[in-house]
């Protein structure tokens, strides 16, 4: 594919701006990112940004991330393989850990890491996890990564105007969805 048939596809997986807020939207609660009560609108309101969090064996696991909206675009599906999107919108996505994790097998200690979606096949997603953090989504960084977790992509009963991540704790291993329309990627890590 040339290079200038991807820009509008790289422009879409990389802008996004937060739509606007209204109290119809669903509210985030435990495993669906926060542990607050607040409605979705609410906190997504800072800057666009929104925190999935939880608690697994005492330790507390957090991703930071922007929210853009899908404003009627087809994005995830038409991303070509080798695509690397820092998953939200402006500064990239960040999880910041008090355990030490176990990704694909490695494992990973606690701290902070800058997360990143690859499409690596026709129907292969990985979730990447890279040291350099406080960076801005774009460039994205597409090598150097500590640890890729495979991620299961399927097709959720609704759809999700708003980028959505959320973090859970499945019986002392951590599981992260990434839900945006009615793509919905999932993956399962240890804790320690």
Known sequence: MK?????PLLLLLTCGCAQAQN???????????????????????????????????????????????LKGRVVLAQAPVGTVWRVGMNAATEITTA?????????????KYS????????????????????????????EGYAAELPLKLEKAADSMEMLTISLADAKGDGEVKIHWGTALMSGKFGVK
């Open 99 to 111: 355990a030490d994790l176990v990704i694909g097998g490695k494992e990973l200690k606690a701290g």
């Open 115 to 142: 997360l990143w979606v690859r499409r690596t096949g026709e129907n292969a997603w990985t979730l990447a996890f890279h040291p350099k953090t406080g960076v801005w989504g774009a460039p994205s960084l597409k």
């Open 3 to 7: 290079t200038h048939t991807l820009l």
């Open 23 to 69: 109290s119809n939207m669903p509210t985030m609660t435990g495993a669906e990112g926060g542990g607050g009560t607040a409605p979705m609108a609410q906190q997504a309101a800072t800057a666009g940004r929104a925190d999935a969090e939880t608690t697994i064996k005492g330790k507390k696991i957090s991703i930071n991330y922007g929210r853009p909206a």
